[in-house]
């Protein structure tokens, strides 16, 4: 197994501690016995590969490890909101006194410094949660500085802010392996184009969210990326193009089915929502059997949820006015409980397998 | 992946990343000179009743900047025989407001401005669909001071009844209510740009800038009558420079206070650029 990403480097190791425990019991039930040379020989060698693995890629050599590795992630998401916020209120509580030229040099300086700082602590930190908690703090610079420039200068509002934005989130996300920034740049991708969309028949660009269907052509176009670049070396990151990609699909989706005025299509609104009903259920069932037919879980774990949200506001529609609470809870229910029928005989088939591209979401 | 590639790739990404940083902001400022650079397209003289500082609430009060928001309204329609007779009408209906119907922005000029024909009718969907279109990026022509102002003044005059409220509206329309109406609109491209100002030549008092307009409808009680409305100037709050904030002492205070903020007299100077973006040239105390 070729080692290229931390999440492959934990998985070793966590099959390094499974494989002990169980030759452990191997051992005490009398089934295997190895020799003190054959024994030797695989301490030795898991060894020198768990000492690399902590040296390149930081991994959790146990249980409690992991735990306070979950914290520790918490942590950096909640720490960085924290300064960004911050940075952003006290460039607020300043600005105003500072000259034209001193609020540029200072917006520009702190874009670039934050940037800089960003790979110097990547440098000096093999853990990665420091340099992931700074590379958040220079995508929010940024974005603070290009909006004071517009506010500063009276720039019309553009779409085009948004692609820089998206670049930026994109080159630190790829950088540090950090699948935050990723989902902020897919969004800035999925806004410029949705506008760019809307702008075509005329609208103005940040009127775009009035017409979910602008959204369509750049999910679609997301969803496509992972299959057409190698992402393997990035864990996670071909699950996250796929699961943006279907919630900027199946959410406007959904929005449609209940809000017909909000579409682009000459029907009337009644039309429009039962056509974007039916495509939603449609499109969600093509996209499980998509999942399970590719072994992409996430495919299929999102397009479930999605398929579930599509059938119980459709049941809330037909029956919640009709039924008593009680029979109207029940049936949801019964549901819940078919589907764990359906799902469970998926899984028995063995088609609902490992993710093929072993890049499950930590 | 090897320290060294590590170390090729880290370089790289860091470079990249300065350089679209750099990139970005120079590119912005390039804009920036290039609206403000040679004479301007216009500008305007406005007072206190066309630029109006903010309300201070919530982490708003810890804000040092300071903008002036551009007061800008449309000129209503006359009455209808209907409204004439109606008290909704005197008590709401009367005062030219901000994002009003326009007489001028008839279904004519709509489909002129780049609405689709099929789409200027209410039927087979109704109003609902027809209330759902979207507002088109236009140039609008904002006009100072001229004869849009002087009918809203005439209009209050005229149908003053000497009533408390009547004669409030008549006092603020003589001496705080913005002299700055929208009066036209055009396609949003530099053809339409020269149009308009060969239309509106004064550029002291006309000034050409980009909005949106969409359709609506009026006179609910005959049912269909379409026409637009003036829904937003694309910008319309103004950043003040340190080294103009002096005239502009009083214009930031609370929503308690608001009767203080007129009281505040003051003129700045408003340019209009190349891109049609404003910036304040000059401000005087009065």
Redesign the interface.
């Given at each position: 197994m070729i080692t290229?990403n931390r999440t492959d480097a934990q998985r070793r190791t966590d099959d390094i501690q499974i494989f002990n425990q169980e030759l452990q019991r191997l051992e005490a039930e009398r089934v295997l016995q190895l020799d003190p040379a054959q024994r030797a020989a695989i301490h030795a060698s898991h060894q020198i590969l768990l000492a690399a693995f902590a040296r390149d890629f930081d991994i959790d050599r146990d249980a409690h490890a992991r735990q306070l590795s979950l914290g520790m992630r918490i942590a950096s998401f909640l720490g960085a909101a924290a300064l960004a916020a911050s940075v952003f209120?006290l460039f607020?509580?300043?600005?105003?006194?500072?000259?034209?030229p001193v609020q540029?040099l200072t917006?520009?300086t702190a874009?670039?410094a934050t940037?800089?700082i960003t790979?110097w602590i990547?440098?000096k930190d093999s853990s990665g949660y420091f340099a992931k908690l700074a590379a958040l703090v220079a995508f929010a610079c940024?974005v603070l500085?290009?909006v004071m420039?517009?506010?500063?200068?009276?720039?019309?509002?553009s779409d085009k802010a948004l692609l820089?934005w998206a670049?930026?989130a994109l080159?630190?996300a790829?950088?540090l392996d950090l699948r935050l920034l990723l989902v902020a740049g897919l969004m800035c991708l999925i806004s410029f184009v949705a506008a760019r969309v809307g702008?075509w028949?005329?609208?103005?660009?940040l009127?775009f969210g009035?017409?979910p269907e602008n959204f369509f052509p750049a999910a679609i176009a997301l969803f496509v990326v992972p299959q057409l670049f190698d992402h393997r070396?990035f864990a996670g990151f071909a699950p996250t193009f796929r699961i943006v990609a279907l919630l900027a699909l199946f959410l406007p989706m959904l929005l449609l089915a209940n809000w017909g005025?909000?579409s682009y299509l000459p029907l009337?609104?009644k039309v429009t929502e039962s056509l974007y009903q039916i495509t939603g259920f449609v499109g969600t069932a093509l996209a499980i059997w998509y999942g399970v037919r590719r072994q992409l879980n996430d495919v299929v774990n999102t397009s479930v949820t999605l398929f579930v949200i599509f059938l119980y506001t459709k049941m809330f529609d037909w029956w919640w006015e009709l039924m008593p609470k009680y029979l109207f809870f029940l049936t949801l229910g019964l549901t819940a409980v078919l589907l764990l029928f359906i799902l469970k005989r998926l899984r028995a088939t063995n088609a609902y397998g490992p993710n093929r591209e072993q890049g499950a979401l930590r | 992946?090897s320290g060294r590639t590590m170390k090729w790739?880290?370089k790289r990404?860091?470079i990249?990343?300065?350089l679209?940083?750099?990139g970005?902001?120079i590119f912005?400022?390039v804009?920036?000179f290039y609206n403000r650079g040679g004479i301007p397209e216009s500008a305007l003289r406005l007072s206190e009743r066309e630029l109006v500082g903010p309300y201070i609430w919530g982490?708003h009060s810890?804000?040092?900047?300071?903008?002036l928001k551009l007061m800008w309204r449309v000129l209503r329609p006359e009455p209808t025989e209907k409204e004439k007779n109606s008290e909704d009408w005197y008590r709401y209906g009367r005062y030219s407001g901000y994002q009003g119907e326009a007489d001028w922005l008839n279904q004519e000029k709509l489909i002129a401005l780049?609405f689709n024909d099929g789409e200027m009718t209410f039927q087979?969907?109704g109003r609902?669909?027809f209330g759902?279109q979207?507002?088109?990026?236009v140039l609008l022509v904002l006009e100072l001071d001229g004869a849009a102002y002087q009918a809203a003044l005439a209009q209050a005059i005229k149908y003053n009844r000497g009533t408390t409220g009547d004669l409030k509206l008549l006092a603020d329309e003589q001496t705080r209510n913005s002299r700055l109406f929208v009066i036209d609109a055009a396609l949003n491209s530099d053809a339409s740009i020269t149009a308009l100002r060969m239309r509106y030549p004064d550029r002291s008092r006309y000034a050409i800038v980009?909005g949106?307009i969409r359709p609506t409808w009026c006179c609910a009680d005959t049912g269909n009558k379409i026409s637009g409305m003036v829904s937003k100037i694309?910008?319309d709050?103004?950043?003040v420079?340190?080294?103009m904030?002096g005239a502009f002492d009083d214009a930031k205070t609370s929503f308690e206070e608001s009767e203080k903020t007129r009281q505040a007299h003051y003129e700045a100077v408003v340019a209009f650029g190349r891109?049609?973006?404003?910036?304040i040239t000059a401000t005087t105390r009065k």
């Open positions: 290229s209120f607020y509580q300043f600005w105003g006194w500072f000259t034209t540029v917006l520009i874009a670039s940037f800089v790979f990547q440098h940024f500085n290009m420039l517009g506010q500063i200068f009276n720039i019309t509002p820089p670049a930026l080159l630190l790829y950088a702008t028949s005329g609208m103005y660009w009127d009035e017409r070396r005025a909000g009337s609104f | 992946m790739f880290r990404t860091l990249t990343g300065l679209l940083i750099m970005v902001n912005a400022l804009g920036v982490s810890e804000n040092s900047g300071l903008s780049g087979p969907y609902s669909r759902r979207l507002p088109h990026d980009r949106q694309n910008v709050n103004l950043h420079p340190l080294a904030r891109r049609l973006e404003p910036w």
